[in-house]
């Protein structure tokens, strides 16, 4: 089956990737001077990618598409799946092809497969530590610029889900939209009129909450609350709308957030700043 994801052109990703490394825009570039110097031409190499460390696994059907952009002819077996937890020392993919593809290839997929698989290994450890199946760990709009679909779907391989996708699928009120309208109501009261149907309202504090629902918010976004705080707010909401705690959630925090009620907690961090999974590929000659 042909990997997919929607709103994301693969073959574009690949083919913008490979000449970004290439130097395809560059005077002299659009060539792998290394692999085209030192091997011939017609040589075949096996490769195996493997993770050093234990991960959550994300990016293998883009890392194999990266090969066969340069190789259509490449065998490449997909060892397990996007989606899968599994131990240091686990073979994930297996090549044979053209030695020079494999190596022109090497890099922008084992980037790809690095720090996808990073995001989801960092979110299922947040999903882990919130140990809590009633309430949803949620990303954030924090993303790499060009990569956040690729990021999100990381993140759902991980165990979390998304948040908006961008700027146009819900109105998020924060604080410099109440500040030019004057209150949390009058804000959600424009978004209202304009049409909007999903209007999440960021309220930082308590007496804010009753004036949001009131002019028609659709879910609450709790920020910067402590647990106690939290629970209270929770318990004004009383289910009207889903709510949501954010803010500097930690592996050490997101527990006792998570237990205050509310129904999503969203981190940024999982795809602003996750690690990048360390993951290697070796070849040998055929």
């Not at 990618?49 to 883009?62: E, F, K, Q, S, Y």
């Not at 490449?74 to 799946?81: E, Y």
Request: proline share 4%.
């Amino acid at each position: 089956m042909t990997w997919h994801l929607e709103g994301f052109d693969l073959s574009r990703f690949v083919r913008e990737t490979l000449a970004e490394d290439l130097g395809d825009a560059m005077p002299g570039g659009g060539v792998d001077v290394t692999s085209a110097s030192v091997i011939p031409a017609d040589a075949t190499f096996s490769g195996t990618m493997d993770t050093r460390n234990a991960i959550r696994v994300a990016g293998l059907p883009i890392a194999a598409a990266f090969f066969r952009a340069l190789d259509p002819e490449m065998a490449v077996t997909l060892l397990v799946r996007d989606g899968a937890e599994v131990p240091a020392g686990t073979d994930l993919m297996h090549l044979e092809g053209n030695a020079r593809a494999m190596l022109t290839a090497e890099r922008s997929a084992l980037n790809t497969v690095q720090h996808l698989s990073g995001i989801a290994t960092l979110t299922a450890a947040y999903v882990t530590a919130m140990d809590n199946p009633a309430c949803t760990l949620l990303d954030t709009r924090k993303t790499i610029p060009g990569l956040r679909l690729l990021e999100k779907y990381a993140v759902r391989m991980g165990g979390g889900a998304n948040h908006r996708m961008g700027l146009w699928d819900a109105a998020m009120i924060k604080d410099n939209h109440v500040l030019v309208a004057g209150s949390v109501g009058e804000a959600v009261r424009r978004a209202v009129a304009s049409g909007v149907r999903e209007i999440i309202c960021e309220v930082d504090r308590i007496d804010q909450i009753e004036p949001a629902l009131s002019a028609g918010a659709t879910r609450l976004l709790l920020d910067n609350m402590d647990p106690a705080t939290l629970t209270e707010a929770v318990a004004l909401v009383a289910g009207r709308v889903p709510t949501e705690a954010s803010g500097g959630i930690t592996l050490e925090t997101i527990r006792a957030k998570a237990a205050s009620g509310v129904d999503y907690v969203s981190v940024g961090r999982i795809t602003q700043s996750a690690p990048a999974a360390d993951i290697g590929l070796d070849f040998t000659p055929l």
